[in-house]
């Protein structure tokens, strides 16, 4: 033999369940994405071809089904977690078990006759929520986060002092539109031992959003570096009350506003009007941390 069998896992990718729950006439919708992957003793269905350690991936997809009818889904952590546990106690071989979760918003429509009201949504168009939970047997690891969150500043921002080389055309600037996508994901300090409670998912996700979405507008930035360290402390910092968070990593897109020329007209710029550039971005990326703890989000994803 000159190969070995390296990391593996298999599941079934991208079950896509709505979940309604009725209160009378109001409905509730809960939209998911999940993504289950399993790992343990698979050697043999990879080497010599043996099924028998395999729960199909399409079992795994029956079984979000089935659990969002039999638990319901209170958030899709919660939901993660039910999955997770259920995979790696059932089943001997399996070891380990990551389930991947974006959740899609939807917002009720106001309606003024009453008999129609409680059942009709529009899509929020922001964000997407994401969450990623594994569980070993042992030890579960909470990854929460959010995707495609755009937010602009339309002034408090400089960037100047930078180094300038050969290459350098950027002009200094004191002040600028500040604009990006948040892409964020944080982990939980909860592991689930002993006498560890549970964060509050539902509560803990608005938290953090409103702490993203704050520290960006009340942040008065010299890079969106300085930017992204200040978003990040402030969910560390913020996060005690609905569960704690020891680790934040942000992937922010510089989304650039270039003064648009106007010169060729006769026209002063006076900061009003931009150019917004597709591409290329800039793209900042970094980890926060609480104080001593270990980084454990992959950098890469
Ligand atoms: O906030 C910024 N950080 C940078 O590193 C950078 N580089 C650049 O060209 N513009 C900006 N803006």
């Known amino acids: 033999m000159t190969t070995m069998l390296g990391q593996n896992q298999y599941g079934k990718a991208e079950n896509r369940v709505v979940r309604v729950t009725r209160d009378g006439g109001t409905h509730h919708v809960k939209d998911l994405n999940v993504s289950v992957a399993l790992s343990g003793d698979m050697d043999d269905v990879h080497l010599s071809g043996s099924n028998a350690n395999v729960l199909p991936t399409d079992t795994t997809k029956n079984t979000v089904f089935a659990f969002a009818k039999e638990y319901g889904i209170d958030s899709a952590e919660a939901f993660g977690i039910h999955l997770a546990r259920h995979f790696v106690t059932s089943q001997q071989p399996i070891h380990r078990a990551r389930i991947r979760i974006e959740e899609y918003a939807w917002e009720r429509i106001p309606v003024t006759d009453q008999d129609r009201a409680g059942h009709s949504f529009v899509r929020r168009g922001q964000e997407t929520r994401t969450a990623e939970v594994s569980y070993d047997g042992e030890h579960w690891q909470v990854v929460s986060g959010l995707a495609g969150l755009v937010v602009l500043n339309s002034t408090d921002s400089e960037f100047h002092g930078f180094v300038k080389d050969a290459y350098t055309t950027l002009q200094e600037t004191r002040d600028r539109i500040l604009a990006t996508e948040v892409n964020a994901r944080w982990r939980f300090a909860w592991t689930g031992g002993a006498g560890q409670e549970p964060p509050r998912w539902e509560e803990s996700y608005t938290a953090v959003r409103g702490d993203l979405l704050g520290a960006f507008a009340e942040t008065y930035s010299l890079s969106l570096q300085q930017s992204l360290f200040a978003m990040g402390s402030r969910v560390i910092d913020g996060s005690a009350a609905a569960g704690a968070i020891d680790e934040v990593r942000l992937s922010l897109p510089n989304k650039h506003h270039f003064l648009a020329d106007l010169a060729p007209f006769g026209l002063k710029n006076d900061n009003e009007v931009y150019l917004a550039a597709d591409r290329p971005y800039g793209l ?17 994803d």
């Open 284 to 300: 900042i990326e970094g980890t926060v941390l609480r104080d001593g703890a270990e980084a454990l989000i992959p950098v890469t």
